[in-house]
């Protein structure tokens, strides 16, 4: 697709704003759909990055997310979230959200509906206390991933375990690529898959895959390299973008440096090589570029 055509289909609606948050009490009277909700606020994808010529890409710098600090949650949104507006941070793709959350000890999000959205989420420090109305009550760690396909709907509370620590976790939301299916629920520990210097699978459309599995053509990546490592990732589908996010550390990308929780997606490639300019960690995000 070319760029020109890309922004203009995702130039949707951009003039619409978010007045409240996003995560809705769960006995509001009148049922509002996530997934609507949030479809109908998309606006750009992104602007392009003028300074590379080689590849069609947008850079999210850390400084310029939206911040919210609530006292007992400070959060970072790379896209436009709850009292956070920006028409052209609305999405990349199918993800409609990247939240870099840390909650206060014993405090978190009480009971609260979503349908028809794929949420992952990523603890990076602490513990998180995990209860739905599908009977899972469990302790999510860092080092493992959570995935839930809200479907037909679902309700569901998260808290910090610890009583002296933060909690610390990426929360992101995808479009599925199925709408009001069974909803369903599911964590494991991807620290027993994790490599060194390479790339290794966390998520993916296929049941029998390496990671966890949800209802979109997508593929995570997390990858922990030391100074001076490289490495090259060829992307699974030629409707997909990446989205590349530093979590710890420096990446150069075709001369592009990104340094702790920036953000940069990536279009119309086949594969990306780049290298770790100190100790870092990434997550990579291989998704379809159009919403369904």
């Known amino acids: 697709m070319k760029r020109k055509d890309f922004i203009k289909k995702s130039?949707?609606?951009?003039?619409?704003?978010l007045s409240s948050p996003l995560i809705l009490k769960a006995n509001t009277s009148k049922k509002?759909?996530?997934?609507?909700k949030l479809k109908d606020q998309i606006g750009f994808n992104h602007l392009p990055n003028k300074e590379i010529k080689t590849m069609n890409?947008?850079?999210?710098?850390?400084?310029?997310?939206?911040?919210?600090?609530?006292?007992?949650?400070?959060?970072?949104?790379?896209?436009?979230?709850a009292n956070y507006y920006n028409p052209e941070r609305?999405?990349?793709?199918?993800?409609?959200v990247l939240n870099d959350d840390s909650i206060a000890p014993e405090r978190g999000f009480g009971t609260h509906p979503h349908d028809n959205m794929e949420i992952i989420t990523i603890p990076l420090e602490g513990d998180l206390k995990h209860k739905d109305n599908m009977g899972n009550g469990t302790v999510i760690k860092n080092g493992d991933i959570q995935v839930m396909s809200a479907g037909t709907g679902i309700t569901h509370?998260?808290?910090?375990?610890?009583?002296?620590?933060?909690?610390?976790l990426l929360q992101i939301w995808l479009f599925p690529n199925k709408k009001n299916v069974t909803?369903?629920?599911?964590?494991?520990?991807?620290?027993?898959?994790?490599?060194?210097?390479?790339?290794?699978?966390?998520?993916?459309?296929?049941?029998?895959?390496?990671?966890?599995?949800?209802?979109?053509?997508?593929?995570f990546h997390i990858g922990q390299y030391v100074e001076n490592s490289k490495d090259e990732y060829v992307l699974k589908s030629k409707a997909n973008g990446i989205y590349f996010f530093v979590i710890e550390g420096e990446v150069n990308i075709n001369d592009q440096q990104l340094s702790?929780?920036?953000?940069?997606?990536?279009?119309?490639?086949?594969?990306i090589n780049f290298e770790a300019k100190a100790n870092s960690k990434i997550l990579l995000m291989d998704v379809p570029l159009e919403i369904n």
């Open 183 to 219: 909803p369903r629920y599911d964590q494991i520990a991807i620290s027993s898959i994790a490599k060194k210097n390479k790339l290794y699978q966390i998520l993916s459309p296929n049941k029998n895959d390496q990671g966890v599995w949800i209802h979109q053509n997508a593929w």
């Open 11 to 17: 130039a949707v609606l951009s003039a619409i704003g």
């Open 260 to 271: 702790k929780r920036d953000g940069m997606g990536i279009w119309e490639i086949d594969k």
């Open 157 to 168: 509370s998260e808290f910090n375990a610890n009583s002296d620590s933060h909690c610390k």
């Open 57 to 81: 890409s947008v850079v999210h710098k850390a400084n310029t997310r939206g911040h919210a600090d609530h006292g007992w949650l400070k959060a970072n949104h790379s896209f436009s979230f």
């Open 90 to 96: 609305m999405n990349f793709g199918v993800i409609r």
């Open 32 to 36: 509002i759909s996530t997934y609507d």
